[in-house]
């Protein structure tokens, strides 16, 4: 109902850290598209850079998340 994607909840349900982190990435090695939003429009990128997740925001920036 919320238009989540699996990338969507490693974001908005983790907390940063380096755990959370790793599915992030392993989602993306993987080939979760940065680029889907949730229902609201707002991508995972958005999702991290508000959280202050600074290294999830950059492997998201990286595999061309906007």
Do not use: C, F, K, Q
């Not at 983790?14 to 755990?19: M, R, S």
């Not at 993306?28 to 925001?57: C, F, K, N, Q, W």
């Amino acid at each position: 109902n919320l238009g989540w994607t699996a990338l969507l909840e490693a974001v908005i349900l983790g907390d940063g850290g380096p755990v959370h982190v790793e599915i992030v990435r392993l989602l993306l090695a993987g080939g979760a598209d940065p680029s889907l939003a949730d229902g609201s429009g707002v991508t995972p990128l958005i999702h991290a850079e508000r959280r202050g997740y600074i290294t999830m925001a950059g492997l998201l920036r990286s595999a061309g998340g906007r």
